[in-house]
């Protein structure tokens, strides 16, 4: 019966978002704005149709922009939620504070397939080669748009871009002019921030911004506190130059620092050998990032950038302190009529320190590495606005797997203004994570005469995964209210992530089993990291954006996924990413503008199961109402997951953490501009 | 279609629900004929055509401009008109009390002198560079909603910021003109390429 309410209920909401709002006639309305004085008129909200896909037509790959507009009337409080509405994309949220982040499959807590960057900086920790979402809280404000690239991306942005990349550009500080205050109060989580933006000259514009977040423990699946509620505290400033001689120069830098509950394990050789305890994770650090544009002429234009972080996370089992420089030269250049190539050299320095334990250490437990990077991508047109192909390599020496190449070639086919046909073929890699070659983690358990201990390390001579993509991608605009991206895509996959056990072996003796000498304490099993799975994954993603009317937007996307994946020892564990990634995904987004001050947003999404966890399938629903309470101050109530008080989403089987539900949650928001 | 398989494990409210939002989804889009298709564009036109008639009343442009025909203001639209019906609205009222002329020209060079503020629509995209050069040789507002405008030295560009209108004004050009821009305007706007 508990069905029936929910199906009511998303009828009802359907059938009165569905039904057109009556709109004023047009000359009524262009006579209004005849009569406002300026200022009046400049804080008009508008519909901007054609932003996003003029830039998207151009692009030979499956890009998903989601546009400043998007990220407002989401709902969504952080990055994770808001790339649930990017087809392809596979977002779960396992906790409070962490959450699982892929395209195209293999999702998991450490997924790390994808390269996802903050204006160009790399955001993915190279221990695991997994993105920390709860560190990559910046006030969603502060985006200007963020694109997201499904595929391989190899070719211009080097390894890890296996499966997809993300950019999430921020905007510039000549946008985020004047003071604003954000408030965020709900029974979940609570958040304010302060952005204040000024010129310090005629060309010289900078933005502050100051930040506190405090998230809500969630329920475990059987009932209870999670502990897994987090704090965070961030500041960060942007300034951008524009100077003579068609320069412009960008200065930011972030600092943050935070705490998490977690649950910790600690790992013994004397009863009870694993234990859970409650404890806290600590994190914090800084980056600061700078860039120079130049543009030398109309053909050519070169970009130097140079980043630097520093990023702590201390928790019981493990501390990690990671320190990254990047240095990046790219120059792109219009050589003759039909071509334009760009290349570049790249120049990154890690080092790290870490404090392990029995659980899980890294030997060494310091590490430093240089990777050096060339790319070259030569853009051909071959037939003026009908047919272009575009070939590239990106070259890297790094200190895992020595070198690697990733060339990729693409094709786009323009037959007429209203259509795009694009296909592609690229190589992409996977380099090594710090994990994967020098991890140690144990697991003991009682047994007899004595403890057993699971001990899986990584290797030195652990390689790099490859992919092969084949990719196809269709765009068309129907009429100026509809149009539809769709891409289908074939990847193949060798060398993954497995593990090959070795023979049981009793210590310290190494004797084999039973381990009945006196001197034995434990046996041991030990298995390693090594690359003996491949296969092959395909689908589908489809998206549509419609406007019925002038009011009234509708977005919606849907991604098919299928994996295959042989383990060389058929090991099920190995294959356990097919059972991982759901199979259908769908989201549908409307938005209704009910008055010119009131605004009305229904985001319903649809995630199939996940067999391999035991995680059914889910419908979601958020709602969102904002007002116009005066000009420059925005009000809004937005409900989430609507339709259970509660849903699981993702069980990490890597981590201590407990199966933990996403509940139902309501927040106040209050945005005003000072 | 896609929600019929069945599931190995139970299944939750949330499969079902799904196949009758998808139903319903697939009903609307592809059997009711899209309606109000250019309206969405147009009105985002409405509301620039509006702007354009306040930015003539915030410009002073020098004596010279209007010599030969005192009572007439020349609005003029270079390329494609993206402005549907609403410039005959606009045509109804004044500028400084003179009377409003809408013209729509599809090349540069064909630009008359009674022309007083032109707007590049989009198609313009491609040859911006060469039509700034064309009008600069005569007092006219140049306006536009083409993105990097102003840089390419279009006096007045039409930006969008948080879903709301704003102007970015290149007032070296601007002045070069012979143009003036009022204080007020300028305190709205975003200015680029200033002198001093």
Request: include cysteine; aromatic fraction near 8%.
């Amino acid at each position: 019966m508990r069905c029936y309410k929910k199906e009511l209920l998303v009828y009802g909401i359907l059938a009165v978002i569905l039904w057109p709002t009556t709109t004023l006639s047009n000359e009524k309305r262009l006579e209004g704005y005849l009569d406002m004085p300026l200022q009046d008129l400049l804080a008009v909200k508008v519909i901007s149709v054609s932003k996003k896909s003029q830039t998207i037509d151009e692009i030979a790959a499956a890009v998903h922009v989601i546009t400043n507009r998007d990220i407002h009337r989401s709902g969504a409080t952080n990055i994770p939620d808001l790339l649930r509405m990017v087809p392809g994309m596979n977002v779960a949220q396992i906790d409070a504070n962490k959450w699982a982040v892929s395209s195209r499959g293999f999702n998991g807590i450490w997924a790390d397939k994808l390269l996802v960057m903050i204006d160009g900086r790399s955001i993915y920790t190279t221990l695991s080669g997994g993105v920390y979402w709860d560190i990559q809280n910046i006030p969603l404000e502060i985006i200007d748009h963020i694109e997201v690239i499904r595929g391989p991306g190899g070719t211009v942005w080097g390894a890890n871009a296996v499966n997809g990349v993300i950019n999430i550009i921020t905007r510039s500080a000549n946008d985020t002019q004047g003071g604003a205050l954000n408030v965020i109060a709900g029974n979940e989580e609570s958040r304010v921030t302060y952005l204040y933006g000024n010129r310090l000259e005629k060309n010289i514009h900078y933005r502050v911004y100051a930040d506190g977040l405090n998230h809500d423990s969630s329920e475990l699946t059987a009932g209870g506190d999670a502990r897994d509620s987090w704090d965070m505290a961030r500041a960060g400033f942007r300034a951008d130059w524009r100077m003579p001689g068609r320069q412009q120069f960008m200065l930011q830098a972030d600092v943050y620092d935070g705490a998490n509950e977690k649950t910790s394990s600690v790992d013994s050789l004397t009863a009870p050998f694993n234990t859970r305890v409650e404890t806290e994770e600590e994190v914090r650090g800084v980056n600061m990032q700078g860039r120079w544009q130049q543009t030398l002429s109309d053909n050519s234009k070169t970009t130097f950038q140079a980043y630097y972080t520093h990023d702590e996370r201390d928790a019981l089992e493990f501390d990690d302190k990671r320190d990254t420089f990047d240095l990046d030269f790219q120059h792109q250049l219009k050589v003759g009529k039909n071509q334009e190539i760009v290349w570049g050299i790249g120049y990154r320095h890690v080092e790290d320190d870490t404090r392990g334990s029995r659980l899980v250490s890294a030997q060494p437990a310091s590490r430093e590495d240089k990777l050096y990077s060339v790319f070259i991508q030569d853009e051909i047109i071959l037939q003026p606005d009908h047919l272009r192909w575009i070939i590239g390599s990106k070259f890297e020496h790094n200190g895992y797997t020595g070198f690697e190449a990733q060339p990729g070639t693409r094709l786009l086919w323009t037959p007429d203004k209203q259509q795009v046909v694009w296909g592609a073929i690229s190589r992409a890699v996977r380099t090594p994570s710090r994990a994967n070659q020098d991890f140690i983690i144990t697991n003991t358990f009682a047994a007899f005469p004595v403890p057993g201990v699971i001990q899986v390390s990584g290797t030195e001579t652990y390689k790099s995964s490859t992919l092969i993509a084949y990719e196809l991608g269709y765009r068309r605009q129907f009429n100026r209210a509809m149009s539809l991206d769709s891409a289908l895509f074939y990847n193949d996959y060798e060398k993954l992530l497995g593990t090959a056990s070795g023979a049981a072996v009793c210590q310290p003796s190494a004797t084999p089993p039973p381990c009945l000498l006196p001197g034995d304490t434990h046996l041991l099993i030990p298995s390693t990291f090594v690359n003996n799975v491949s296969g092959n994954t395909y689908g589908v993603e489809l998206s549509i954006d419609w406007r019925p009317s002038d009011r009234w937007h509708v977005q919606t996307s849907y991604s098919f996924l299928k994996l295959s994946l042989d383990s060389a020892v058929d090991s099920a564990i190995d294959e356990t990413p097919e059972g991982l990634s759901p199979k259908h995904q769908l989201s549908l987004r409307t938005s209704v503008e009910l008055s010119t001050s009131t605004e009305m947003d229904i985001w319903l999404r649809y995630v199939d199961e996940l067999p391999a966890i035991n995680v059914p399938s889910y419908t979601e629903m958020d709602l969102r109402l904002a007002k116009d309470l005066s000009k420059g101050l925005e009000l809004a109530v937005v409900a989430r997951n609507l339709l259970d008080s509660s849903h699981a989403e993702f069980i990490t089987t890597q981590n201590s953490i407990p199966p933990t539900e996403v509940e139902r949650s309501l927040y106040l928001q209050l945005l005003w501009k000072i | 279609m896609f929600f019929l398989t069945t599931h190995r494990i139970r299944k939750t409210c949330g499969s079902h629900l799904a196949a009758c939002c998808t139903g319903a989804l697939f009903f609307f889009l592809f059997l009711c004929k899209p309606v109000f298709a250019d309206q969405a564009e147009n009105d985002s036109y409405e509301l620039k055509a509006a702007l354009l008639y306040k930015l003539a009343l915030f410009i002073e442009w020098p004596k010279t401009a209007f010599q030969g025909n005192e009572h007439s203001f020349g609005l003029c639209v270079l390329g494609e008109n993206p402005f549907g019906t609403s410039l005959d609205i606009v045509k109804k009222r004044s500028i400084n009390s003179r009377k409003i002329n809408v013209r729509i020209f599809s090349k540069a060079d064909e630009v008359k002198k009674d022309c007083h503020l032109i707007f590049l629509s989009q198609s313009n995209q491609q040859s911006v560079k060469q039509a700034l050069l064309v009008l600069s040789l005569q007092p006219i507002l140049t306006v536009s909603d083409i993105s990097g405008f102003a840089e390419k030295n279009g006096m007045i560009e039409m930006i969008t910021i948080d879903d709301r209108n704003g102007f970015r004004i290149n007032r070296q050009v601007l002045q070069q003109a012979g143009l003036k821009a009022a204080a007020s305007l300028l305190q709205l706007s975003d200015i680029v390429g200033d002198k001093q």
